[in-house]
Structures are given as C-alpha cells and as structure tokens.
C-alpha cells in the first residue's frame, strides 16, 4: 500500500511529525513500512510555463520553435520535440540550470541552429513512470488546466512535492488497504482525531429506484448491492490534484468518472465500478452465477470463457461485469456517457479470488474484496463517489438507492482480564491504561472490574480472540517499552550431544580431506530404493506421491549420491568428491512409523591428485577411498576395532569391494562400483563407500592414552610367505600381530608376487615386521625366537611358507 504524506493530512493533523518519523512510529506498532520515497528529490528548478508562440523549426520537421512565459521579465524560447506541443498551453518547463531526474542539468543550446533556454517536459521526464500517464500525454509533453498559474513551481501543481510510505501489510491488516484505514492507524498512533471525508449532496427530485431494479441469486455470494443513479454527467479530465494523487498510488488516470471510482477505492478501501446507464440496455441489474461456457468481453477487450464458479453482473440477460474483479466492455464509461449507474456492492472474497485467479485478472479490487472490505463502509464509500461526480463531472444524483441487502453484520465482541494481558506482557499496566489504548483505536470498551469487553468495529476484521487484543495493547502501548524478563524456572544450557559432536568431527574431517558435502532427497523410485541397502527390508511408499520418481523412502545413501556424482560429470567435472551424511527408512510393520537411522555415504571418482609441472598424477583406487575412512576412524578412535573383510555387494565390483566390520559386526562397506553400473551413470572408475554412522557413533571409546617415544631402537625382519592364492593378507597379517606380541609391534605388507615363478595356485606376500621393547634394547636371539614361533604358527593356521 502507497501513502501519500499529504494526502493522509486530509484526515488527519501531522503537525511536528515527519514522514520519516511517521514511518519510524508506524514500523514500531507493528505495520513494517518498507521505505520512504521523495517524489522530487533530485528535481528543481521545474516552472509552470505558457506558450505563446510556437512555429515549426526552419531547419527540423520534427521540432517547433516556442516562445514561452515562465514567469520573468522577458519570455524565453525553447525548441521542442513533443509532437503535441501547441500555442497557449500551460506547461512544465524546466529553465536553464533546472536538475532533473537521473542527475540531467538543463542548459543552454543550439539546436539545428535554434537557440534553446530551457526544456518543455513530459511527466516521465519528471521521474513518472509511463504506464501511470494519461494516455493522451504518454507520448508528448503534459499539459495543464488553464487556470494554472505561470512561474509557480510545476512539481508542487503535480503533487510532486510529496513523499510516499510504502506500507509491507500482512493479509489480517486489510482494514490499512485505503487512506482511511491508514488514518485510523496513525490516529490511534498519535493520539489524534481523524477527519471524515465531505459526502453531503443535494439530491434532485427523481428516484434511483424508478431507473433501475435490482435482483440478486446468488445471495451467498453477494449479500450488498446498492447502485445510484447519476445524471447529466460530462466525462472529461478529473482535477488536476485528484490525478496526481492516482499516479503517485500507481494508478493512471482516465476520465473524471472512472477516477473517482479508483480514487474512492483508495480513500474508502471499496471497490466501486460505473456503467453506463444507457448501454445497460435495460432496468434491471441482476446478479447471478455465470453459466458454463457463457462468453464475456471484459474491459480489456478480451473475450472471457465463464464457468459457474464464476459470479457476474447482468443486465437481466447478458453479463456486463465480473463481479470485483473487472466491468465489460458492453457498458464502460465513454466520452459520450450521460447517466452514470454506479455500484457499491459486498462481494464474498473466496468467489472474486476465484475469478480473478482463473482468468488471471488481478486488479485493485479484487485484491481489497479478497482480504475483505468493511461491509459498513458500501454504502458511504457511495455516497462519497456520488457527491464527487456531482462536484467535478457536473451530474445530477437522484433520490435515495436502488439495492438489495441480506447483509446481517454483527461487530466482534471479546473480553479479556487486565491480569491476562499482563501476564502475557510481562507489564504492570492499569485499568485506565488499557482502556486508553482502545479508546485510542476507536474500539467500544465497557469495564467491569478486572474484565475488559471490546466491540471492535467491522473495519477491523482481524480483532476475534483474546490474543487479538493482547496484540493492540502491546504495539500501542510500544514493544520498546515492555520490560525485558527472564524465564522463569531452571534451565539447562544449550550445547552438543556426544553423538553431535562426533557427526561434526566426521563432517569437518571428510571436508578436510577434500569431499564436498552433498544433500540430497530422502525419497526415490521404487527400482532405486534397495540398491546398495545394508539391511534389506520392504521399501516404504508414500500414500500420495509427487511422482514414481519420489515415490519411496530411501534404505540407502548410495544411489542419490551416484546420482550426484553423474550430474556433475555430465557438465564436465570429472574428478568428484563427494558425501553425505542423511537417514535411511527401515519398515517396522505396516501399521508403524519406520526406523530412522543416519547413514554416511561416499564417492570418489577422477583423479586424487595431479601435480602437472611434477608430471604426476594419481587416479582414485580403493586404498584411496580406504584410507580416508581409516583416517576418519582414527579420529574417532576405533581404528583398532575396525577390520575390512573381501565380499560381495550387489551393484559393486566383486574383487575390490570390502565389508567394514565394527568389533565383529558388519557396519557397510567399501569398494569400486561395478563397471556396468558405471557405465550407466557415464562415470569412470568410482569408489565408494556407506556406513552406518549411527552405529559408528554410538560406540563408546577410550579415553585418549598418549605412549612416550620409544628410547630404544627397534628391529626390523623382512619375509616372503609363499600361500594359496584365495589367502588374503589380513588373515596373515592377524596371525602375525597375535603370535608375535607384545614384542612384535607392526606387521605390513610390501610386496606380491603371482608371476611365473610362482607354483600354479600360489602367491608370495612379503611382510616388514617390527620388534620393540620400550624398557631395553632387543638382542638377536630375543627377536629370533619370537620370529621363529611366528612362522610356525603361519604355517600351521595358514599354511604358509617362506620362499625360498
């Protein structure tokens, strides 16, 4: 909503009070005002002028040489541009040193050889916006009444002189969608009365309801609808100051009888429309629902399909407006118009946002009729327009209405304690207090020892329950002021769980070490939804889908992160790292909520490192993608809990794919994704991983033990073992670590050996092992004998040997 600063003076004394403080007040009672703006900041130097003279240009066919007054001693000449520039009009003229907008300095010039002292101005040049211009004028200079007076400040005649508050209103405060409302507003801020506009007419002695009968059907829909009759009406220009105060709300002007219907609708909030009464081709207004397929020609001359969803304005047979939404082509007001029939009706919101909705005709009416409009204020609002169209269009307003009214409205009534409000407050205030800020509103308030009962009036549609009042009391009386309080009772400090603060250590780690985090959907297609789940269990279906694309709830990370992984490769960034952090859904029967459990889920593909001035590059394997997760448990201290055991994943490589045990239990796994798989997302080699973070997490650690550095030296032995091909190294490397302990510290793997040397189903792992004793220094025989029992024992649990 757009409020004029002096247009809201009609109303209402801002004496001492700025716009910009207006605004600050308004703000701080709970009616954000977004920002205020200065019509004429950066413009001076903008006269009234009269052209006295104009003549063509000797040397341009599109420019005319003007002799113009602008008020000094000597008319000055300017040469201008505007195809309707003509003798004796009264102008804008901006003279020689005038500022206008976008920091453009007026001038002395030649122009083809024509001296120029100044500019003759269209309102866009004045900083208007085109579509807000009277047509006539959107294409050359404006032109003022003749009564204007020549040298007086241009800006000040267009209202320009002006600053606008742009209010940001919520939809419960639709009472501030009119200047009214706004008045009301700011009197209750204020402290101030609010003047009611002028409505007293004399009416001539004919009756409004001789001229015109009126019907409704569809009284649901509209329970209002009171027309008058206007006669003798001459359609021309509105004033000058009615105009402009349409522009500046964003309006444009078009005739004196259609002006004073928007400028009512912003004075009074009340969409009111004006048909011409001879057009009508009839006595009777009849209101119904439209029929299926009916056509209708609305205002902006295009032709509307109607439904019976649709509420309409006939003339007893054809449609001539969309109720509160926008009038017919059938009976607009025309130059030519001389009796006016003009409707004042209360139309129900939900069936004019229909309308308005199916045939996308938002207009200022159907805004203020879908929020709700004061239904006690139909009748005045009409009054108002009548009065105005007598004053400024010459016509005569017959006697009394012709309506229908099945309009039954009673105002809310709710009470509330004095201890309530403080209660809720945290205020200490009195009775009198309370009362004073109703009194303030305007609301009727009868006390009765600690209750207070309001009658709110209908402008006020918000004001229904207790909190509605709280809500008054505690703007008005100032939200700066309500003193600052403390919970009562004990409290307990916020901070991180155990089980956060280790989700944020994994997260920081991963984001250390090069993966981007990724956040996906929890829900997916049904063919999507097992793949790559470590407990297989029935999909969950949501009962109303979006789409069989988001039709079930995920038991695994992996897919949506593959689905990552093939998005971006797609638009070319091939080296990826990604992971994701996210719940998975687990069935617990069909009539009860699923399990929720947080997995981690990675992937990798491209390239890990490259070093191209070091003509080194690393592509992604599995000890890569291994490695990060080895990293990521020692963070978390469990990396001596943690085993990786060869399996097989459905959807995942069947030799370089890992089972992550926890103690023994299975908790993910770890691998390269299969090749066929790859290549239907288009990827390269990929590795992956999932995990149940929840499991993880949950386990419970050691306290943090530092050793010291050893002083002694160690020991190192070297062996080849010669086994059978299907044996894995960890299987060796446990051995190793069991029997040698506690002297035998590490135990890895060097080497492999499956060439041709080789006996057919053999292989030769080599292992460097590492003897130490913290106390003393080793001897030989120490080692030896620990290294001997060693290599019994891998040839009696693993059938191992060394190579000889």
Request: hydrophobic residues 40%.
């Amino acid at each position: 909503m757009f409020v004029s600063y002096k247009w809201l003076q009609d109303y209402i004394d801002l004496t001492g009070v700025t716009a910009e403080e207006l605004a600050e007040k308004i703000t701080k009672s709970g009616i954000e005002v977004e920002g205020v703006e200065v019509l004429n900041e950066g413009i001076k130097g903008v006269v009234v002028g009269h052209v006295l003279e104009r003549e063509q240009h000797p040397n341009a066919d599109k420019l005319s040489k003007c002799l113009v007054d602008i008020g000094q001693e000597q008319p000055v000449q300017i040469i201008c541009g505007a195809p309707n520039v003509a003798q004796g009009q009264k102008v804008a003229v901006a003279t020689v040193g005038a500022l206008l907008p976008g920091n453009f300095k007026i001038k002395k010039a030649k122009l083809r050889g024509e001296e120029s002292n100044g500019m003759i101005c269209s309102l866009t040049e004045l900083g208007m916006e085109g579509k807000i211009v009277p047509k006539e004028y959107s294409e050359g200079i404006f032109v003022f009444p003749s009564d204007a007076e020549v040298g007086l400040d241009a800006l000040e005649l267009l209202n320009r002189d002006d600053e606008v508050l742009e209010l940001s209103l919520t939809p419960n405060r639709a009472d501030c969608l009119s200047m009214l409302g706004v008045a009301y507003e700011v009197a209750a801020i204020l402290g101030r009365e609010v003047k009611l506009p002028e409505t007293d007419l004399e009416p001539i002695n004919e009756k409004a309801s001789d001229y015109v009968k009126i019907k409704v059907e569809a009284k649901e829909d509209n329970p209002l609808y009171v027309a008058k009759i206007i006669k003798n009406v001459k359609i021309g220009p509105s004033p000058l100051w009615m105009q402009t105060r349409l522009m500046n709300a964003g309006i444009r002007p078009h005739n004196n009888v259609v002006d004073i219907t928007n400028y009512i609708l912003l004075e009074y909030g009340q969409p009111l429309h004006a048909f011409d009464y001879d057009r009508l081709s009839s006595k009777e207004i009849l209101v119904r629902r439209a029929v299926d397929g009916e056509k209708f020609v609305t205002l902006d001359d295009a032709e509307r399909t109607l439904t019976s969803d649709h509420l309409v304005i006939t003339n007893g047979t054809e449609p001539v407006a969309l109720a509160g939404v926008m009038g017919g082509a059938n009976s607009e007001v025309t130059s030519d118009t001389t009796t006016v029939l003009l409707e004042a009706a209360y139309f129900n919101g939900q069936t004019v946002r229909k309308a308005s909705k199916d045939h996308g005709l938002r207009s200022e009416a159907s805004a203020r009729f879908e929020k709700g409009v004061d239904p006690n204020r139909v009748r005045p609002a009409g009054e108002r327009a009548a009065y105005l169209m007598a004053k400024y269009a010459g016509g005569e307003v017959l006697e009394g209405t012709s309506e229908v009214d099945t309009l039954t409205v009673e105002p809310e009534v709710v009470s509330i304690t004095l201890e309530k409000i403080n209660r809720v407050l945290g205020t200490d205030l009195q009775m009198n207090d309370v009362k004073e800020i109703f009194d303030r509103l305007q609301f009727q308030v009868s006390v009765e020892q600690d209750t207070i009962t309001v009658t709110a009036p209908t402008r006020r549609g918000d004001i229904r329950i207790e909190e509605d009042l709280i809500e008054e009391v505690a703007r008005l009386y100032g939200y700066d002021n309500i003193p600052k309080t403390l919970p009562v009772g004990s409290t307990t400090p916020g901070k991180l769980s155990a089980y956060q603060k280790k989700r944020r250590v994994v997260r920081q780690y991963l984001e250390g070490a090069g993966l981007y985090q990724a956040v996906t959907y929890s829900l997916t297609s049904a063919d999507k939804a097992s793949q790559y789940a470590l407990e297989k269990r029935e999909p969950i279906r949501l009962a109303m889908p979006m789409s069989e694309e988001r039709s079930v709830l995920r038991l695994s990370i992996m897919p949506q992160v593959l689905e990552v992984l093939k998005y971006n490769s797609a638009r070319q960034n091939d080296s990826l790292a990604v992971y994701e952090t996210g719940a998975v859904f687990l069935s617990n029967g069909e009539d009860a909520l699923p399990i929720e459990i947080e997995h981690l889920a990675g992937a990798v593909t491209g390239l890990w490192h490259s070093h191209s001035w070091q003509a080194e590059k690393k592509a992604v394997d599995f000890f890569v993608v291994k490695g990060i997760l080895e990293g990521m448990f020692a963070k978390l201290g469990l990396e001596d809990r943690v085993q990786y055991v060869q399996s097989k994943v459905e959807g995942m490589h069947p030799g370089r794919t890992a089972e992550i045990r926890l103690d023994g239990v299975n908790v993910g796994f770890v691998g390269q994704v299969h090749p066929t798989v790859q290549k239907e997302l288009d990827l390269k080699d990929t590795y992956v991983f999932e995990l149940s973070l929840q499991a993880v997490l949950q386990e419970e650690t050691a306290p943090l033990q530092y050793n010291s550095i050893p002083r002694f030296p160690t020991i190192t032995r070297d062996i080849a073992l010669v086994v059978n091909r299907e044996t894995v190294s960890g299987t060796l490397k446990d051995i190793i670590l069991t029997t040698g302990a506690p002297l035998l510290k590490e135990a890895e793997v060097f080497d492999l050996y499956e060439g041709e040397r080789m006996e057919e189903g053999k292989k030769s792992i080599a292992f460097s092992l590492k003897y130490l004793d913290p106390e003393r220094t080793l001897t030989d025989e120490e080692v030896t004998k620990v290294h001997e029992r060693v290599l019994e024992a891998l040839k009696e649990k693993a059938g191992a040997v060394l190579r000889g």
